[in-house]
């Protein structure tokens, strides 16, 4: 019964900025860590960041100081803001509670192109 929706990705050029939403609903929003996921061609998918029910959060390396996490538990969503893109950013954009549910979203993709 739980839905995933992300959306905001789309081209950007190396440098700029991406707004990431994700809307959820069924499950239980409101007392599960929340986290970003990508996967790049060719790659598995990584864990890009985490967000906890009290809003602390938690990066990969690779993004840590580019990308920021939130949440709004009264809407039903969590953001990724994403600044200083690279070409290393490529890749679909997933949200999902920890642990995931079996049904992910469609995702968004994030295409950095120089």
């Known amino acids: 019964q739980v839905q995933l929706v992300e959306s905001g990705g789309g081209l950007v050029q190396p440098g700029g900025s991406l707004r990431l939403s994700c809307s959820v609903s069924g499950g239980i929003f409101r007392v599960n860590h929340m986290a970003w996921w990508r996967q790049a061609p060719g790659k598995e998918r990584e864990r890009v960041g985490v967000?906890?029910?009290?809003?602390?959060?938690t990066y990969a390396d690779s993004v840590k100081g580019r990308f920021a996490i939130s949440r709004d538990n009264a809407l039903k969503k969590v953001y990724l803001q994403m600044n200083n893109l690279t070409p290393e950013d490529t890749a679909v954009y997933y949200c999902?509670?920890?642990?995931?549910?079996?049904?992910w979203g469609q995702g968004t993709q994030v295409t950095v192109s120089s």
């Open positions: 999902n509670k920890i642990p995931p549910y079996a049904d």
């Open positions: 967000i906890t029910m009290g809003g602390s959060t």
